[in-house]
């Protein structure tokens, strides 16, 4: 019975072992939360946003990391699924772009971090 | 004309499996029937003569006449005179060859010898016999069905009582037993019953079944599918879960389990178009989704033994499938520049949005070998066809965005929601619990 009892625990462990694999978290990317703001410190929305890992794909605008996303109505526009890197961001909307402003990040991402960006752009 | 209604299992497998993975333009009835009339011809088919018996009652007596005898003859039996002995067991049986279930050694505990052997193995490890005796409140009595000539066959399920006499250790032993029984009918009277097998009884049987198997999954959309633009992927998963299977005949029962799947598919885009203006110039999109899930499985099952070693097992039923989590990856490449990118979509807030709840119909097959008796290692495969959708939200810019990588195209079409498709190979364990 003993001996029974033992290989249906042995059974069971094996099952919440299968099981339990789908709970076992793993790193979540960094992403990136950016706001837009105009002069007047009012959000924008529907602005392009693009994310560049180089200053001169930022300086040209080609090859952004991700494809170009739109700012909803508080301004913000989320990236996730980044690396632990330095980003260039530009933004642009109609006439007005950021390039007067910050363009990137000051430190490498990290994972499981949510980073949170205010750009201007006039 | 009666068709062997053993065979229904399979057939349903063949065309669920046929149907989706062949002949899906086909409709799914349409692909039955067909299947059904290829089956009709070539299954084998029996005609069937009705027992002319007015009672079901009237054979009770006479088996239980039979089985009386050979608990007699059997609880008679030492080394004293052994081999008349048996030749008075052997007139019971329809011939010196017929199989008995072995439970006199632990070791191995399923295996059948023929009645000469059994009894000659009984007064070899107990020289001074074994009392055998029925509980006959348990004796059931199948269906009686005509054998051939004028022979008919019956089954009889009893519980059997296996003591040592007083010197010796061997703990009672009790156990189910089938009595597979020929008789002729004169006047519509049982005559001339012979035991043609004695088997372990399967009916009532409960088993505790675990397997583990890789997975092909697709993710289905029917009009992402039709798309120009993409192509569905498929993609390699997998499934674990845990079963309890109780049987209410030998070959019929109901199963229920918890499983864990992860099953992954995705989509080719040609290339990312402009959004408000800015293009990315991002070709050969490929966006893969990977879905884990809870699983609750419950099925009719349904198996077929032979030699009480090799079991054909087979099954059809519903799985609910709870999301746990999931997650993304994509890849492109730079036009110009042919630079491969990672993750260039990014779908945060759209994935949390969704539910994904789905109810998939699935159906296996298998062929199972039993160590012993208690446990049984399998192979089996098996198919999942999603029957609704796995998100319930939808993206209201879709027609507008579905290009542009804003989010995952597959779960973005209006009116359609998208479906899981996987097919499976691996294998089993079972755990056999007995309660007799």
Redesign the interface.
């Known amino acids: 019975m003993q001996r029974?009892s033992g290989?249906?625990t042995l059974?069971?462990l094996?099952?919440l072992t299968?099981?339990g694999?789908?709970?076992i978290r793993?790193d979540t990317?960094p992403?990136m939360s950016i706001t837009v703001l105009d002069a007047e410190e009012q959000p924008v929305s529907?602005a392009?946003v693009?994310l560049f890992d180089s200053r001169e794909a930022w300086s040209n605008?080609?090859?952004?990391?991700?494809?170009?996303?739109?700012t909803d109505v508080s301004g913000e526009v989320?990236?996730?699924?980044?690396?632990e890197q330095l980003y260039y961001i530009y933004v642009?909307k109609d006439l007005a772009d950021n390039s007067g402003d910050m363009i990137s990040t000051t430190n490498k991402l990290l994972a499981n971090q949510r980073y949170k960006v205010v750009i201007h752009i006039y | 004309m009666l068709i062997d209604s053993s065979c229904f299992p399979g057939f349903l497998f063949l065309s669920f499996y046929v149907h989706l993975s062949v002949a899906k333009p086909l409709g799914v009835i349409r692909t039955c029937l067909s299947i059904f009339v290829i089956w009709l011809l070539f299954v084998p088919v029996y005609s069937h003569t009705p027992v002319p018996i007015s009672r079901h009652d009237s054979l009770k007596q006479p088996v239980r006449e039979l089985l009386n005898q050979y608990a007699q003859l059997s609880n008679r039996l030492d080394n004293k005179n052994q081999e008349t002995q048996i030749r008075e067991i052997l007139k019971l049986f329809a011939n010196p060859r017929v199989q008995v279930f072995n439970d006199l050694e632990t070791e191995p505990a399923s295996t059948e010898l023929s009645v000469v052997g059994y009894f000659e193995k009984l007064l070899q490890l107990y020289p001074e016999g074994l009392k055998h005796s029925f509980t006959w409140n348990t004796l059931h009595l199948g269906k009686p069905v005509y054998d051939f000539g004028e022979r008919y066959t019956v089954r009889a399920e009893v519980v059997r009582v296996l003591q040592s006499m007083p010197d010796q250790s061997m703990p009672p032993k009790v156990i189910k037993l089938a009595f597979d029984i020929g008789f002729y009918l004169r006047d519509g009277i049982p005559v001339d019953l012979k035991i043609m097998e004695i088997s372990h009884s399967l009916s009532g049987d409960q088993w505790?079944h675990?397997s583990?198997a890789p997975m092909m999954t697709r993710f289905t959309n029917r009009p992402v599918s039709e798309d120009e633009r993409m192509t569905l992927l498929w993609g390699v998963g997998y499934q674990?879960?845990?079963d309890f299977n109780q049987f209410f005949s030998e070959q019929w029962g109901v199963s229920a389990g918890?499983?864990?799947g992860?099953y992954q598919g995705g989509v080719v885009l040609d290339h990312?178009d402009?959004?408000?203006?800015?293009d990315?110039?991002?070709t050969d999109v490929h966006i893969i989704t990977r879905l884990?899930?809870?699983v609750l499985p419950v099925s009719l099952i349904f198996r077929s033994s032979w030699k009480g070693k090799f079991n054909l097992l087979a099954g059809v039923g519903l799985s609910g499938n709870i999301r746990?989590?999931e997650?993304?990856y994509?890849s492109a490449k730079?036009d110009p520049?042919g630079?491969i990118?990672?993750?260039?979509?990014?779908?945060?807030?759209w994935v949390n949005q969704l539910s994904r709840i789905g109810l998939d119909i699935h159906a296996s097959g298998g062929v199972g070998y039993q160590i012993g008796a208690?446990w049984m290692i399998s192979l089996e495969i098996s198919v999942n066809q999603g029957l609704f959708g796995l998100e319930h939200q939808r993206e209201p810019n879709y027609s507008n965005l579905k290009y542009?990588?804003?989010f995952n195209p597959l779960f973005g079409e209006p009116d359609y929601t998208t479906r899981l498709f996987g097919w499976s190979t691996g294998v089993g364990?079972s755990?056999r619990l007995l309660k007799d």
Not at chain 1, 78 to 83: G, M, Y
Not at chain 2, 274 to 278: H, I, K, R, T, Y
Not at chain 2, 341 to 349: G, H
Request: glycine share 8%.
């Open positions: 029974i290989k249906i059974l069971i094996l099952c299968a099981v694999e789908g709970c793993i990317p992403q529907g392009v693009g605008r080609e090859y952004p990391v991700q494809v170009w996303k739109a989320i990236f996730a699924s980044l690396k642009r | 505790i675990f583990a674990s879960q845990i918890l499983g864990y992860s990312f402009a959004f408000l203006g800015m990315p110039h991002f884990h899930y809870l746990l989590y997650t993304n994509s730079s520049g630079n990118y990672e993750f260039v979509y990014s779908e945060y807030d208690h542009t990588g804003q364990i755990y």
